[in-house]
């Protein structure tokens, strides 16, 4: 069993950054994948980045790549989303996930936290 919790989130400016982080409980957590996710308003939840266990591989969005970064920490049990350049389109709900090997897909995360709200204004 993890359980994940986000903070970070808030409202920022066009261009401007922030940092989620995602607490994880349980002793498990280095032997998972993380995955961050995010959901607007009227629209279906999309794949920002994933992490593997380990850390030495990372997978991003399209619309992401180049602007943010993700990392962890197994010693905090904690991963963080770095995002830079924000855009008026990167409003979203904001979630990380957990799953027993990394994916694209949601479905293949099972424990999920309960989100971070992110607002860019123009």
């Known amino acids: 069993q993890v359980q994940l919790v986000e903070s970070g989130g808030g409202l920022v400016q066009t261009g401007g950054s922030l940092r989620l982080s995602c607490a994880a409980s349980g002793r498990t957590f280095s032997s998972y994948a993380m995955g961050w996710f995010r959901q607007a308003p009227g629209k279906e939840r999309e794949f920002v980045a994933a992490?593997?266990?380990?850390?030495?591989?990372?997978y991003y969005a399209d619309s992401v790549k180049g602007r943010f970064t993700i990392s962890r920490d197994n010693a905090k049990n904690t991963v963080y989303l770095q995002m830079n350049s924000l855009k008026p389109e990167d409003t979203a709900v904001y979630y990380c996930?957990?799953?027993?090997?990394?994916?694209?897909?949601?479905?293949?995360?099972?424990?999920w936290g309960q989100g971070t709200q992110v607002t860019v204004s123009s």
């Open positions: 992490i593997i266990w380990s850390g030495s591989n990372t």
């Open positions: 996930a957990a799953s027993l090997s990394w994916s694209y897909n949601r479905d293949s995360y099972r424990y």
